[in-house]
């Protein structure tokens, strides 16, 4: 009986740990996440409270726009410029009759369509050929006076682009019409060329606009185009812009009712939200002080959240985790000024219970079945 007795123990002392080892979980728990995220300068990622603080760093830090990335030429309309291939319009006046211009009745000759060859030259009658290549309308005109000064009857000049084909912008991507589209004198600006085009496809907080100028290039969601007018840009001659449809995303899974992954379904999504779009923490499972939030933030965040903070194995971006204790009420506030991002990942914690009841629901089952093998092996064991 007592090797009976011996056999069951270490039948369910076994069972116990192997239980302890390899119990099923839905993912980490609220501890295993702390104690992997380090301090510091340490862990493989970092761990930040959601706090006042915290809500009110990530509120007032803005990532750098297309308006910082193309300064020089974001802050006003590009002035217009001559090149190859460029139509003018040049109307030329005499003071009086009699002139190489003017005739009975008339004292100006009108040039509709003056063409600019590859050279970056027009020619006139009596003016010949003239350098207009990267030059003004303004300038043009005076170079035409200054050339006619002795030969017409205190000429005058006004000369205008009506067809502008080197100063031109190319669309692409999303667009209703995509293709080439010449620039305006007066200057366009972003949404400009983009409602040329057609405009985007797709909702305005689904769309990216990537904007190349030479060797540079930025990014911005449309929509943040349009609130924001500093980043609506002036175009200049060359400029490359491409519409691509990338509906932002978050992740939630754990213990929600929900788990899966959801869209953003307007162009600003908060923490509250996003777990009521799940169901919420659930009652019977969840960990109410291990809600965490997943995301990767550039130097210039963790700047701000953890100015010491060192880890050589980040360079300009680093894994951070907020965490969350809806215990507190406080949290339900901070969660509402907590703004999601794109690709955010949302995960709610099993609470300990939970893990202890998967322990002991094994052990049970482990017992009964070592009860059972003693009961109908009893004889083998007395031998």
């Known amino acids: 009986m007592r090797q009976v007795t011996k056999v069951l123990f270490c039948a ?17 728990t ?43 030429k974001a802050a006003k309309s590009p002035e217009a410029r001559i090149g190859m291939g460029d139509t003018l319009s040049i109307t030329i006046w005499e003071a009086g009759e009699g002139g190489l211009f003017s005739s009975e009745g008339k004292r100006n000759a009108e040039f509709p369509h003056v063409v600019v060859d590859q050279q970056g030259r027009i020619s006139l009658p009596y003016a010949g050929m003239i350098e207009v290549l990267n030059r003004t309308p303004l300038q043009v005109q005076q170079t035409i006076v200054k050339g006619l000064s002795d030969r017409a009857i205190q000429p005058q000049a006004v000369v205008s682009i009506t067809k502008n084909e080197s100063n031109t912008a190319v669309v692409s991507g999303d667009v209703a019409k995509p293709g080439k589209y010449s620039l305006s004198v007066s200057g366009d600006r972003l949404l400009d060329v983009v409602a040329a085009a057609g405009g ?9 606009i990537t904007f190349i100028r030479g060797e540079s290039r930025g990014s911005q969601l449309l929509d943040a185009v349009v609130d924001n007018n500093d980043e609506n840009i002036y175009i200049s001659g060359g400029d490359r812009i491409y519409l691509s449809h990338e509906p932002k995303k978050y992740t939630v899974f754990g213990a929600v009712p929900k788990p899966g992954v959801y869209a953003f379904d307007s162009p600003r999504v908060n923490l509250l939200e996003a777990i009521a779009a799940a169901g919420g923490p659930l009652d019977s499972r969840a960990d109410s002080t291990g809600l965490f939030l997943f995301r990767y933030e550039s130097r210039d965040v963790v700047g701000l959240l953890r100015p010491d903070y060192q880890n050589p194995k980040f360079s300009n971006v680093f894994p951070v985790v907020y965490r969350v ?3 507190d009420p406080n949290s339900y506030f901070l969660a509402r000024g907590f703004m999601l991002k794109d690709k955010d990942v949302l995960y709610t914690a099993n609470a300990k219970s939970v893990e202890l009841s998967k322990v002991l629901r094994m052990i049970a089952l482990g017992s009964s079945t070592v009860g059972a093998v003693a009961g109908n092996g009893g004889v083998i064991i007395s031998e």
């Open 325 to 327: 204790s809806l215990r």
């Open 30 to 72: 609220a501890d295993e996440i702390e104690m992997k995220g380090g301090g510091l300068s340490a862990g493989d990622y970092i761990v930040v409270d959601l706090d006042h603080a915290t809500v009110a760093a990530l509120s007032g830090f803005n990532p750098i726009g297309l308006s910082e990335r193309f300064p020089k």
């Open 12 to 28: 369910v002392a076994s069972v116990w740990m192997v239980s302890c080892s390899f119990t099923p979980a839905a993912g980490p």
């Open 200 to 208: 985007a496809k797709f909702p305005a907080r689904e769309t990216y």
